[in-house]
């Protein structure tokens, strides 16, 4: 079995963005997880923060047909994950992770997600994942 990639909403971002600076790393490594067949998800907060990323900065029509396309399959935080993420960002508090990332974190860890596809440097900073940057 293809061991699955976690995308951040950094990287939907720069993927989409032509003008974002990581732009041409993200189609290199969005086609590498493709050309590898490597399972792709997101989970339902990073898919609503990617969302009002993509709102602000590319519009409502790419936004919304982003949104629509159902590119990524969405996994659902648990409510151990939300747990799990608010002990995360109580025992780090020298971090400043948002909620979202400390939900992606808890997720990654019960599905046993080694890989993130991230620009965030948050995601690097937690340092239990591999981080295709």
Known sequence: MKRAVL???????AL????????EAA??????IAKE????????YLQVECHALLLRKLGRALAREWLMSDALSVERAT????EQARAL???????????CDAI???VMERRRIRTAFSFD????QYGRVDVLH
């Open 16 to 23: 989409l963005d032509d003008r974002d600076e990581n732009h």
């Open 104 to 106: 992606a974190f808890a």
């Open 7 to 13: 995308w951040d909403s950094s990287a939907v971002l």
């Open 121 to 124: 440097r948050h995601f690097v």
């Open 27 to 32: 189609l290199r490594i969005a086609m590498r």
């Open 89 to 99: 960002l109580a025992e780090y508090r020298d971090k400043d992770w948002s909620l």
């Open 37 to 44: 067949r490597r399972p792709s998800l997101i989970t339902n």
């Open 79 to 82: 409510p151990g994950d939300e």
